[in-house]
């Protein structure tokens, strides 16, 4: 069992940064590849990146490749989403997600993979 709590979420300008950060309980939290996923108001929930569970593998969503990147920190519990150039585009309620996976492959785009979420944390993207 994985317990997964997100912060970091906030209002921030177009242009600007946050970063995200996802907590997980437990002590395996080494052996579940994360995810990171989010939804806009009125709109179906979508992939925007995933790490293996060392965090030597990622993948992006096309949409946010070069200005977001996903890591972790095992000995933390914690995976992290850094989000620069943010656009308006981007306003969602963000999710991260874990299964218990050794690596990465399409799958982890569908969030149907996906064992464990967290509640989400708000980001706003005023232009």
């Known amino acids: 069992q994985v317990h997964l709590v997100e912060s970091g979420g906030g209002l921030v300008q177009a242009g600007g940064s946050l970063r995200l950060s996802c907590a997980a309980s437990?002590?395996?939290?080494?052996?579940?590849?994360m995810g990171w996923f989010r939804q806009a108001p009125g709109k179906e929930r979508e992939f925007v990146a995933a790490t293996s569970r060392s965090g030597g593998s990622t993948v992006y969503a096309d949409s946010v490749k070069g200005r977001f990147t996903i890591s972790r920190d095992n000995a933390k519990n914690t995976v992290y989403l850094q989000m620069n150039s943010l656009q308006s585009e981007d306003t969602a309620v963000y999710y991260c997600?874990?299964?218990?996976?050794?690596?990465?492959?399409?799958?982890?785009?569908?969030?149907?993979?996906?064992?464990?979420w967290g509640q989400g944390t708000q980001v706003t993207v005023s232009s």
């Open positions: 997600a874990g299964v218990l996976r050794s690596y990465i492959t399409t799958v982890v785009r569908d969030g149907r993979t996906y064992d464990y």
């Open positions: 437990g002590r395996t939290f080494s052996s579940y590849a």
